[in-house]
Every structure is written in C-alpha cells, then in structure tokens.
C-alpha cells in the first residue's frame, strides 16, 4: 500500500488521457487525487471499484475557468494528504476557428483554462514540492503547439505556451529536485 509520499494531482481525469493516466497510476499503486469539472461515472468506478475504503484516491471538483475554485481544491488536497510527489496537468480545452474568424472573448477563454489556470495550479502545488525538494510536474500539451495547422490559434498557442512554460519551469525548479515534464519534448 503506497503511503503519503505517493500521491499524484490529475486534472481532467474524469475522461480521455486524464481518466488513462489515473488508471495507470491506479495500476501502478499510486494514490490519486484527481480533479475534475464534474464528476463522471467512468471516474468513480475506476477509483472506487474496490470494497475496501481505505482513502486512497479523493475525487476532488476544480474548475480551471475559476482561481478561488483552484485555490480550493489544492487546499482540500493537501487536507487531505499532506505531500505530493506528481502534478499531471491534463485538463484543457479544445476550441477551434480560422485565425481570421477567432473572437478575443475565446482567445483568452481558451488560455486561462489551457495556460493560465495550469500555471497557477503548479505555483499552488509547487510550493509544497520546493519545501520536500522532490517532485515531479507533467505538463501535458499537444503537437499543435508544435505545428501550425489552420484552425488552431487558440487551441495550439495556448499549448505552445505551455510547452514554453515547461521549459521555464525545468530550468526553475530542477535546482530543488522536481522534474518537469511536456510529452511533446519526447516526440
């Protein structure tokens, strides 16, 4: 049974790669504190199918359109368990349109869910991590950070700015022990 030293954050875990990296963690014996919009059945079952309650993994709401909302959650989080070893930022939002065509009001809806609102959850999170020099944070982006494929500019420069981030924060935080991590570096 893993004890306090392995707990992971998982935003957007409630479905797509979120809910597959909460299983694996599951599978591989890791305590889950997964955060979710809205909890979804998908979600519950994966955490809670075993009898034994024994507190292992905490489903928490977070709404990454919301800073009180994250500031909550993180602070319910480590009510709960004190120390965490990984943040996996999963959650996001996919919103799409031709340059030409993107309104300003979902530009900056898109990055404050995609950017902002994951740069704020790490400063929370991070904090805790300097304190116990160990961690790691996966931030996970996509390739249309990468490339430029029409009808991506708010979905693909959000990302881009996250995979910039990342590398910031690798440089930042590599001093105290804690890994970052953008799977778009490994492709």
Same mark, same amino acid.
């Given at each position: &049974?893993? +004890?306090?030293?392995?707990?992971?954050?998982?935003? *957007?875990? $409630?479905?797509?790669?979120?809910?597959?990296?909460?299983?694996?963690? /599951?599978? +591989?014996?890791?305590?889950?504190?997964?955060?979710?919009?809205?909890?979804? /059945?998908?979600?519950?079952?994966?955490? !809670?199918?075993?009898?034994?309650?024994?507190?292992?993994?905490?489903?928490?709401? &977070?709404?990454?359109? $919301?800073? +009180?909302?994250?500031?909550?959650?993180?602070?319910?989080?480590?009510?709960?368990?004190?120390?965490?070893?990984?943040? #996996?930022?999963?959650?996001?939002? @996919?919103? *799409?349109?031709?340059?030409?065509?993107?309104?300003?009001? +979902?530009?900056?809806?898109?990055?404050?869910?995609? !950017?902002? @609102?994951?740069?704020?959850?790490?400063?929370? #999170?991070?904090?805790?991590?300097?304190?116990?020099? /160990?961690?790691?944070?996966? $931030?996970?982006?996509?390739?249309?950070?990468?490339?430029?494929?029409?009808?991506?500019?708010?979905?693909?420069?959000?990302?881009?700015?996250?995979?910039?981030?990342?590398?910031?924060?690798?440089?930042?935080?590599?001093?105290?022990?804690?890994?970052?991590?953008?799977?778009?570096?490994?492709?």
């Amino acid at each position: &049974m893993p +004890d306090q030293g392995n707990v992971v954050i998982v935003t *957007g875990a $409630n479905r797509g790669i979120g809910l597959a990296i909460a299983e694996r963690l /599951s599978h +591989d014996r890791y305590e889950i504190a997964a955060c979710v919009r809205s909890r979804s /059945s998908e979600l519950e079952q994966l955490l !809670y199918q075993s009898d034994d309650q024994n507190d292992r993994h905490k489903i928490f709401e &977070m709404d990454l359109a $919301n800073k +009180d909302s994250i500031r909550e959650a993180v602070k319910s989080i480590f009510a709960w368990k004190r120390q965490v070893v990984a943040l #996996v930022n999963c959650a996001g939002m @996919a919103q *799409g349109s031709l340059f030409s065509m993107t309104r300003m009001t +979902d530009l900056q809806t898109v990055f404050e869910v995609n !950017y902002f @609102a994951q740069i704020y959850l790490t400063q929370l #999170v991070v904090k805790k991590m300097i304190r116990a020099k /160990s961690g790691s944070i996966v $931030n996970i982006a996509s390739t249309a950070g990468i490339l430029a494929d029409a009808g991506t500019l708010s979905y693909g420069c959000s990302k881009a700015a996250l995979i910039h981030a990342s590398k910031i924060m690798a440089t930042e935080l590599g001093v105290y022990g804690i890994r970052v991590i953008d799977p778009c570096f490994l492709v």
